[in-house]
C-alpha cells in the first residue's frame, strides 16, 4: 500500500500513514492514534511551528491593508467598521488556518521520522 502524500494528507486533517483516520479528536486536540491504522501520533511534536507560520502568512497577506486603512479618506464612523471587519478576517483566518497547518506539519515530522536533537557527549581522552 502507497503512502499518501503527507501535505495533502495534514491539508485533508487525516492521518498521514493510512490517509483515511482523523488527526483530531476536537478543535487541534490530536487523536492519541489513528483511529483506522492504530499509528501513534504521539511521536511527534509540532510546537508552536504552525501558530507561527499561520499568523506570518495571515499577517503577510492582511497587513497592506491595515497600514492603508488609515490613510484612507474614510470618515471616522466607516474606518472603525472596516477595521472591524479587518480584526474578524485576521482571526477567523488564522482560526481556519491552524489545525491545517497543524495538520501538515505533523504529517511532515512523522513521515520523515523528526525528533528532538539530542547531542551525544563525546569522551575525550
Not at 34 to 48: L, Y
Not at 60 to 88: G, Q
Request: charged share 15%.
Amino acid at each position: 500500500m502507497s503512502h499518501p502524500s503527507p501535505i495533502i494528507s495534514g491539508i485533508r486533517q487525516r492521518c498521514g500513514s493510512c490517509g483515511e483516520g482523523k488527526l483530531y479528536s476536537s478543535y487541534l486536540k490530536l487523536n492519541k492514534s489513528c483511529p483506522v491504522c492504530g499509528r501513534d501520533m504521539t511521536e511527534a511534536d509540532t510546537a508552536d511551528g504552525p501558530a507561527f507560520f499561520v499568523g506570518f502568512g495571515v499577517l503577510l497577506l492582511l497587513a497592506p491593508f491595515l497600514f492603508l486603512l488609515p490613510m484612507s479618506p474614510l470618515p471616522l464612523a466607516p474606518m472603525i467598521i472596516a477595521f472591524i471587519v479587518l480584526c474578524a478576517a485576521v482571526i477567523g483566518l488564522s482560526l481556519w488556518l491552524l489545525p491545517v497547518a497543524k495538520g501538515v506539519l505533523l504529517n511532515l515530522q512523522l513521515h520523515h521520522g523528526a525528533e528532538q536533537a539530542s547531542f551525544e557527549s563525546e569522551d575525550r581522552d
